[in-house]
């Protein structure tokens, strides 16, 4: 946000952002008279937006007349779908999960039959809460492959057939009349580690290594490609070691084919591991000690992280950030990475280079929809709009 945004959304946003923690601080910034600033202050404080310290018990000991928002103001509900499970939870707007709920599915289960009960749980999940909420400020929605923000739907996910061009936001009006915003699991994955706390570096490359591939890539601190829909097709590169291996995608040698999770699942049940079905099971095994397990994921990591080794030259990031499936692995995984991309890439660009897990595991995705509905609810326009009530 432009400092040169004073309206009360945008007095809301210093607060929220850590960029302003008093009145003086609001004026200084904004050049606002003191009186225009308590004007605005006093209309968000009116919709129960912003506490002060002092006033408000649920500051937390805050100081008299510090500024802060309200996490109880609203909740946002999250959706994170993929191959073969999905996640819902309630948050609030400081992003912390207050509930949610985890299930798998069967892969190829249609939109049609998966999201008429993902409202049913975000449902169940309201109700279930000790008060009710003020109100359901969003809903933030991830789905594998590419996705179009403004009508909803998915338009490329060749792990989800039938979902394209479906309208999900119909799925959960019977739950909420609150805005739907989607994105890209990547996406998500990647605003996870940017809300709510100071990233690990400025720029970073944030790997999405499950049944497929994906890199988000963050620049100055903010999520390059924002509301695009996509995000970097890492897996979808040419590599010479793939050779004409048929992909999933519909091409011929891609990184997938020989490092997707997809591609070790199937080598793994060639081998005879009939009882492995997803990424997450040959995850499992090999952190059981399996040997075959565990050569498929740091060979799979060696393919990754030649490729990623051209990122890296190129950006100069201060922390490649691993998660997905395979990232519950992440010393295994990422010693095989770390072998090819440290001996491809140059050495200036890897001197101070780390390694990090995601911050919320297997419910980062979850967290960054979360992250997008709050961005969004929170955003000066959506809040002005809604001061007008």
């Known amino acids: 946000m432009s400092v040169a945004d004073t309206s009360a959304g945008g007095l809301l946003t210093l607060v929220r952002t850590g960029r302003a923690d008093t009145r003086s601080d609001l004026a200084r910034l904004t050049g606002l008279s003191r009186g225009a600033v308590s004007a605005r202050l006093t209309a968000l404080t009116d919709a129960g937006l912003l506490l002060e310290g002092g006033d408000h018990a649920s500051t937390g000991g805050r100081p008299a007349g510090s500024l802060a928002l309200n996490p109880d103001a609203a909740v946002v509900l999250a959706v994170a779908v993929g191959r073969s499970r999905s996640q819902v939870g309630v948050f609030d707007l400081a992003g912390r999960e207050i509930s949610g709920d985890t299930r798998d599915h069967e892969p190829g289960t249609r939109a049609d039959d998966l999201m008429p009960s993902v409202a049913e749980r975000l449902d169940a999940l309201l109700s279930a809460l000790p008060t009710a909420p003020a109100r359901v400020a969003g809903v933030g929605l991830s789905l594998p492959g590419s996705v179009d923000p403004e009508k909803c739907c998915s338009v490329d996910a060749p792990v989800l057939r039938g979902w394209d061009g479906v309208d999900l936001s119909a799925f959960l009006r019977p739950v909420t009349e609150a805005p739907v915003h989607v994105d890209n699991d990547t996406a998500a994955l990647t605003r996870s580690e940017l809300f709510g706390q100071v990233p690990p570096a400025e720029t970073m490359l944030v790997v999405k290594a499950s049944t497929g591939l994906a890199l988000g890539v963050v620049a100055d601190g903010r999520l390059v490609g924002e509301g695009r829909g996509t995000t970097g097709e890492l897996g979808h590169t040419r590599v010479d070691a793939a050779g004409d291996l048929p ?143």
């Open 247 to 389: 992909c999933r995608c519909g091409a011929t040698g891609c990184l997938e084919t020989v490092a997707g999770g997809w591609a070790l699942v199937a080598a793994l049940q060639e081998d005879g591991r009939s009882d492995v079905r997803h990424v997450r099971d040959l995850v499992a095994t090999a952190l059981a000690g399996d040997p075959t397990a565990r050569r498929l994921l740091r060979g799979a990591g060696r393919q990754l992280g030649e490729v990623l080794a051209v990122a890296v030259n190129l950006l100069h990031p201060g922390a490649v950030v691993v998660g997905g499936d395979m990232g519950n692995a992440f010393d295994l995984y990422t010693a095989g990475v770390r072998e090819s991309l440290y001996a491809r890439a140059h050495p200036g660009a890897v001197r101070d280079l780390r390694f990090l897990p995601a911050t919320h595991g297997e419910a980062a995705g979850l967290h960054g929809c979360a992250a997008l509905a709050i961005d969004r609810a929170l955003d000066p326009g959506a809040v002005n709009a809604l001061l007008r009530g």
